[in-house]
């Protein structure tokens, strides 16, 4: 059974630093790997997709890894903004499921 | 807009008393999917459907009914037999997905069910 952890569960920094966040998997057979963003008391919105065959996803200040063999995915946030403040959650997909971690919660104080 | 939308923002629940949680999607996926949020814990599936009238139980069906009998809408029905069901629930569709691969899954804005 896929179990993903990602670490920090938390991370506070202020504003304008380069960050990365972590997530770990433990069955390396999967067709891709999402990261999402939540606010509080809101849905998911789909960050990145990276397709089991590709390396890295970038878009705009965002840029995921994958690392399938090792079951690692890091999220690198660049000149992070207050408004980057949310829970990032990783998701690798088995087959046709989705299987989430628990979510790293950032602060950006100004 | 394309999108999904669920409804009820917020819902309560008395003792005994099934409730359904409507999601509707306008972006013409084939896959929809229901899943339930608690604090501290991951999202973990409930109910998930590939095509119209077929659908497979996820990790927590027990307590849970869906119907798919149309492509736009995936209603979840929160049976009495379902004894913990406070939490946020979460709609998502994506592409077809049938033969595994790569299509985002998104999301609706969830509904929170509370017990009266």
């Known amino acids: 059974k896929q179990e993903v952890t990602q670490i920090p569960a938390a991370l506070s920094v202020p504003e304008g630093e380069n960050l990365v966040l972590n997530c770990s998997f433990t069955?390396?057979?999967?067709?891709?790997l999402q990261w999402f963003r939540q606010d509080p008391g809101k849905g998911l919105t789909s960050l990145l997709l990276i397709q089991s065959s590709q390396r890295e996803q970038t878009s705009g200040r965002l840029n995921a890894s994958l690392d399938k063999s090792s079951g690692r995915s890091t999220l690198y946030i660049a000149a992070s903004q207050p408004g980057d403040s949310a829970t990032y959650l990783c998701a690798p997909q088995d087959f046709q499921k989705l299987v989430f971690g628990t979510g790293t919660r950032l602060l950006v104080s100004p | 807009d394309g999108g999904i939308t669920q409804s009820p923002k917020y819902l309560f629940r008395k003792e005994g008393q099934n409730v359904t949680l409507s999601c509707e999607q306008n972006l013409n996926h084939d896959a929809m999917y229901w899943y339930r949020q608690d604090p501290g814990q991951g999202l973990r599936l409930i109910y998930y459907s590939q095509i119209v009238n077929d659908f497979q139980k996820g990790d927590i069906a027990e307590g849970y009914s869906v119907s798919r009998e149309k492509k736009e809408s995936f209603p979840l029905t929160v049976t009495s037999a379902q004894k913990n069901p406070t939490a946020f629930y979460l709609c998502?569709?994506?592409?077809?997905?049938?033969?595994?691969?790569?299509?985002?899954?998104?999301f609706g804005d969830g509904t929170r069910l509370s017990i009266l």
């Open positions: 069955d390396s057979a999967i067709y891709n």
């Open positions: 998502a569709s994506s592409m077809e997905t049938r033969t595994g691969g790569n299509q985002p899954q998104h």
